[in-house]
């Protein structure tokens, strides 16, 4: 049996992960979202969604990019689909 060659994106973080990591911080979600005058649940949106402004606040708060938390919401975004001229015979 052959492997796939083809490069894998690499998986977004579980959310479970990224709360540890932000209690490793010494923060909460509910605290970083007040910290930026945020509803205190605002921020539990970009753990289960596409939020980008919520995420960048976390990957911030982890001195990390937000492509390193969410690799797989950061290649949909950037995806741009390529008009190809197709011939009809």
């Known amino acids: 049996m052959q492997k796939n060659s083809a490069k894998q994106t690499p998986?977004?973080?579980?959310?479970?992960d990224v709360v540890a990591a932000l209690?490793?911080?010494g923060w909460t979600?509910?605290?970083l979202s007040r910290r930026h005058q945020l509803s205190?649940?605002?921020?539990y949106t970009a753990l289960d969604r596409s939020y980008p402004k919520g995420?960048?606040?976390i990957a911030e708060a982890l001195g990390l990019s937000v492509q390193d938390i969410w690799p797989e919401r950061e290649a949909k975004r950037q995806f741009q689909p390529?008009?190809?001229?197709?011939?009809?015979?």
């Not at 998986?11 to 479970?16: F, I, L, P, Q, Y």
């Not at 205190?40 to 921020?43: C, G, S």
């Open 40 to 43: 205190e649940y605002t921020l």
């Open 23 to 25: 209690k490793r911080k």
């Open 82 to 89: 390529s008009l190809q001229s197709v011939s009809i015979a």
């Open 11 to 16: 998986k977004d973080w579980h959310r479970a």
């Open 29 to 31: 979600v509910r605290a």
């Open 55 to 57: 995420e960048r606040i």
